[in-house]
């Protein structure tokens, strides 16, 4: 079935570092991938998404790049910020034709940055 | 901008108990489901739904579980006796294709 690998957290990070997480993927067919947010206390928030191979997702300085050779859809951000911490899923939505566009999420990772 | 909202946001009930879940979608979305995070673990994919019925559930979707979206708007989940490993954070979402929108989440505890 399908599935989605996370880099395992915790990150911890300085104000204004680069930001790196790893995600990868197993699916069958051509999934769509997401980027979701989570900030303490609240719900899940779509950060960024890409539908087809080479496509490149970027919301708010954050970017993924839909890598099918790898299958990968890694998360970077050149310069993270205080308001950045909080934890990152990865997920992808296999539509197989059928009515229905679930998500598999990864276990997310806890991201912390330092001021 | 329009939300999808869920209530109550937190729920408490004992073992054995009828608890529901309610969310309201987003009003043009054709496509709901229903997921869960149990404390510290990932989101989990419970039920989807479209055209007023299941297009998809999990194998933690037991016989227990049962959703309805009775009028249009409201889309409910229902656990007739619930569990203590019922005890988690149960997100609605709403689409139109792939992308979904998620309510703020309900946290039920289990006693």
């Known amino acids: 079935g399908d599935s989605v690998t996370q880099m395992e957290g915790p990150v911890t990070l300085s104000e204004e570092a680069f930001l790196t997480i790893n995600c990868t993927y197993t699916a069958t067919g051509y999934p769509s991938l997401f980027w979701y947010v989570q900030y303490p206390g609240e719900g899940l928030q779509l950060l960024l998404k890409a539908t087809k191979a080479d496509d490149k997702g970027s919301n708010k300085g954050f970017e993924a790049t839909y890598r099918k050779e790898t299958t990968s859809f890694h998360l970077e951000k050149g310069s993270v910020q205080v308001s950045d911490s909080a934890v990152y899923f990865c997920?992808?939505?296999?539509?197989?034709?059928?009515?229905?566009?679930?998500?598999?999420f990864g276990k997310g990772t806890l991201l912390t940055v330092n001021p | 901008e329009p939300e999808v909202t869920q209530t109550p946001s937190h729920q408490v009930t004992q073992m054995g108990q009828e608890v529901i879940l309610r969310c309201v979608p987003i009003s043009n979305h054709l496509y709901f489901y229903w997921y869960r995070q149990i404390l510290g673990q990932k989101v989990e994919f419970l039920v989807s739904?479209?055209?007023?019925?299941?297009?998809?559930k999990s194998e933690i979707f037991d016989d227990q579980f049962s959703v309805e979206r009775p009028d249009g708007s409201n889309f409910t989940l229902k656990i007739r006796s619930t569990k203590l490993e019922d005890s988690a954070m149960y997100f609605c979402?709403?689409?139109?294709?792939?992308?979904?929108?998620f309510g703020p989440g309900t946290r039920l505890t289990v006693l």
């Open positions: 997920a992808l939505s296999a539509h197989s034709g059928g009515s229905n566009y679930k998500l598999t």
């Open positions: 979402a709403s689409s139109l294709r792939d992308e979904q929108f």
């Open positions: 739904f479209y055209n007023n019925e299941i297009s998809e």
